[in-house]
T-cell receptor, first 116, second 115 residues
């Protein structure tokens, strides 16, 4: 069975600090996909990124970067120079493909609070 | 392009009443998912559809819950009768399978309070 663990339930930083959100996953499949979603205080779930298991290149998008390491089954998310607007709950998720489609397994989420 | 649309955004009802939540997926998407989010259990997948056909409803908590997708642009999640423990945020998501993967896009959610 697949599992996603986000050990950090809550992180508090001061604006402009860098912060890394950890995500560790378990799966028996060789083909799988990893996701990050953001849930701001307004409540909606916003898609941030998708990576497949064959692509271990790190990804950077503005102040956001993601580090995928198959050797440690981790897919960590770093926010550089954090801002108050980054305050949200961030979810890591894992998808395995089967004949019926892709089902997401979510981690428990990390609540990030960025203080001014 | 319009995203996933859910209605109502907030629903307050009394125990025993029937509740119907509605979802309009993104046009052209072939998968539709219903999730429930609570503090205690996090995000739980309740049921999902492919091309309007229910594929897996193993997450539906009990017979009080039912979901339908009569066409590609509309789905409902019904709770009858509702109970206070059903209070949660219910999300609908849709996706388009391309090759072997898809990305689920979520609606804004319906916050349900059962008194």
């Amino acid at each position: 069975a697949q599992k996603v663990t986000q050990a950090q339930t809550e992180i508090s930083v001061v604006e402009k600090e860098d912060v890394t959100l950890d995500c560790v996953y378990e799966t028996r499949d060789t083909t799988y996909y990893l996701f990050w979603y953001k849930q701001p205080p307004s409540g909606e779930l916003v898609f941030l990124i998708r990576r497949n298991s064959f692509d271990e290149q790190n990804e950077i998008s503005g102040r956001y970067s993601w580090n995928f390491q198959k050797s440690t089954s981790s897919f960590n998310f770093t926010i550089t120079a954090s801002q108050v607007v980054d305050s949200a709950v961030y979810f890591c998720a894992l998808s395995e493909h089967n004949n019926a489609g892709n089902m997401l397994t979510f981690g428990g989420g990390t609540r990030l609070m960025v203080k001014p | 392009d319009a995203g996933v649309i859910q209605s109502p955004r907030h629903e307050v009802t009394e125990m025993g009443q029937e509740v119907t939540l509605r979802c309009k997926p993104i046009s052209g998407h072939d998968y539709l998912f219903w999730y429930r989010q609570t503090m205690m259990r996090g995000l739980e997948l309740l049921i999902y559809f492919n091309n309007n056909v229910p594929i897996d409803d193993s997450g539906m908590p009990e017979d009080r819950f039912s979901a339908k997708m009569p066409n590609a642009s509309f789905s409902t999640l019904k709770i009858q009768p509702s109970e206070p423990r059903d209070s949660a945020v219910y999300f609908c998501a849709s996706s388009l399978l391309q090759g072997s993967t898809d990305t689920q896009y979520f609606g804004p959610g319906t916050r349900l309070t059962v008194l």
